[in-house]
């Protein structure tokens, strides 16, 4: 654990700033208790009071740090990993019984309709009734008649679907939710088995901390089936950066036996240059997921916040910006959840000037602020190590609490500290009892 990792957090400096505030206190003290009574042993006094203040702060220090073994969030990211056997991506019976829009049909919705629905990006039954009506009123021909019409035709064909379920009924549901694997042994069991799906996890860090690589690593293991019961499926890859590159995957597909020509065949590309073909690339994801049903396994968009930083500039355009990205996020929310889709955004980094001022080790933070931020379910922080090492950092996740780690140099460092003080304090205490 390094330092850079602990430091930053406010509990510990809190910590430190009292340590030197009674420090402070007692130093300041020593001239009135010695002016009473100048002798040395009311400085060895005042000074073993300051000794005894610093031992006890520094032993709470100590047990607010320990953490056991099982509780470790950062690991270093593998480089290898055991070779799987490549299989082909058939269709699959588990997932759930999704109505199509096009039933709407038999409830008394023409067809054309239908039509402008599918073109907005409604490709189920389901998917009408999750989105806000005012959205369906946007689209053209659409009155507020016949928006409360097509809700009603779809609330009767789910008819007995109940917003609420009991808690069992909802375990059971999720029971068909699967993991795909990062490649990585490490990274995987910080994530308790690998990236979840009907969930957004979003991977931040620097330039060059492995983000894209690790995207593309997944488009190769989201195609092989592991012992956990995932059947492998096809890849949705949106690329913002143009950091994409189809001779890396060659190197990939080696490494998990499976044949190249094979795995760029199930693997759908699209480029976007600005946020709003981004916007409008989610429709075609729909449709594609609509005639892929139960075969795409994994959305990847590599960055999420490129295209925002491009378009929106300044203060003046952020609340703007905020709310372009809040609507494609929900977009992808929704889409994650209806088709039981696992989503990886990867995010850009900003650096924070008021960071400084707080005392923070590390003043760079992750772009999309509180709308990203609640928006994902999952966040890793990757940066880098020595030579060819990255480390990945949990930074959220439902699996766990995050926990902080003290390292042995870190204790020694606020030994070397308390130390240092102590004997400042001695000769400051000296000096003026000499005078």
């Given at each position: 654990?390094?330092?850079d990792?602990?430091y930053g ?10 340590l030197?505030r009674?420090?402070?206190?007692d ?6 208790k ?9 400085a060895l ?13 520094l ?5 607010l ?6 509780e ?11 070779a799987?056997t490549?299989?082909?991506?058939e ?14 049909q038999?409830?008394?919705?023409g ?8 073109g907005a990006?409604f490709?189920?039954?389901k ?5 806000h ?6 689209l053209?021909g659409?009155s507020?008649a016949?928006v409360?019409k ?13 917003a609420?379920?009991t808690a069992a009924?909802?375990?059971?549901a ?8 990062t490649?990585?042994?490490d990274l ?10 009907r969930q957004i996890?979003e991977l931040h ?10 995207c ?9 089936p592991?012992?956990?019961g995932?059947?492998?499926g096809?890849v949705?890859?949106i690329d913002?950066?143009g950091?994409f590159?189809?001779e ?6 080696d ?7 094979a ?16 916007m409008?690339t989610?429709?075609?994801v ?16 590599d960055?999420?916040?490129?295209t925002y ?6 203060r003046?355009e952020?609340?703007?910006?905020q709310?372009?990205l809040?609507?494609?996020l ?9 088709w ?6 990867t ?5 924070d ?14 772009v ?11 966040r890793?922080?990757?940066r880098?190590g ?18 902080v780690a003290l390292s ?27 005078s």
């Amino acid at each position: 654990m390094h330092l850079d990792d602990v430091y930053g957090y406010t509990w510990i400096r809190l910590v430190w700033l009292c340590l030197w505030r009674c420090l402070l206190l007692d130093t300041m003290d020593f001239p009135r208790k010695i002016g009473k009574d100048s002798n040395s042993h009311t400085a060895l006094d005042a000074t073993t009071h300051v000794e005894v203040r610093c031992a006890q702060l520094l032993f709470i220090l100590c047990l607010l740090t320990i953490r056991t073994e099982k509780e470790q969030n950062t690991n270093r990211m593998a480089t290898a990993g055991p070779a799987l056997t490549a299989v082909e991506v058939e269709q699959t019976d588990e997932e759930q019984d999704l109505e199509l829009i096009e039933k709407l049909q038999s409830a008394g919705i023409g067809m054309s309709d239908i039509n402008k629905l599918k073109g907005a990006g409604f490709h189920t039954i389901k998917s009408v009734l999750l989105i806000h009506p005012k959205k369906l009123k946007e689209l053209k021909g659409f009155s507020e008649a016949k928006v409360e019409k097509v809700l009603e035709a779809a609330k009767k064909l789910t008819v007995g679907d109940s917003a609420f379920v009991t808690a069992a009924s909802y375990l059971e549901a999720r029971l068909t939710m699967f993991r795909i694997s990062t490649g990585s042994k490490d990274l995987d069991g910080i994530l308790g088995g690998g990236m979840e799906s009907r969930q957004i996890t979003e991977l931040h860090g620097e330039y060059r901390t492995g983000k894209s690589q690790l995207c593309m690593t997944m488009c190769i293991s989201a195609q092989v089936p592991t012992e956990a019961g995932y059947g492998g499926g096809k890849v949705i890859y949106i690329d913002t950066e143009g950091a994409f590159s189809p001779e890396r995957l060659e190197g990939i597909a080696d490494r998990f036996n499976v044949d190249f020509q094979a795995a760029l065949n199930n693997i759908f590309f699209c480029r976007v240059y600005n946020s709003e073909q981004l916007m409008n690339t989610m429709s075609d994801v729909g449709a594609i997921l609509a005639q892929e049903a139960g075969i795409v396994r994994l959305l990847i968009i590599d960055s999420i916040m490129a295209t925002y930083r491009a378009d929106f500039t300044g203060r003046g355009e952020l609340a703007d910006r905020q709310q372009q990205l809040n609507q494609v996020l929900a977009a992808i929310k929704r889409l994650a959840e209806e088709w039981n889709l696992a989503v990886v955004l990867t995010n850009q980094m900003c650096s924070d000037p008021g960071a400084t001022m707080s005392f923070v080790s590390d003043p760079k933070k992750p772009v999309g602020g509180h709308i990203l931020a609640h928006a994902v379910q999952t966040r890793l922080y990757l940066r880098k190590g020595s030579g060819e090492q990255r480390f990945a950092k949990a930074i959220r996740s439902p699996r766990f609490f995050t926990n902080v780690a003290l390292s042995v140099f870190g204790v020694w460092l606020a030994c070397l500290f308390v130390s240092v003080c102590r004997t400042r304090c001695r000769v400051y205490t000296e000096r003026r009892w000499s005078s």
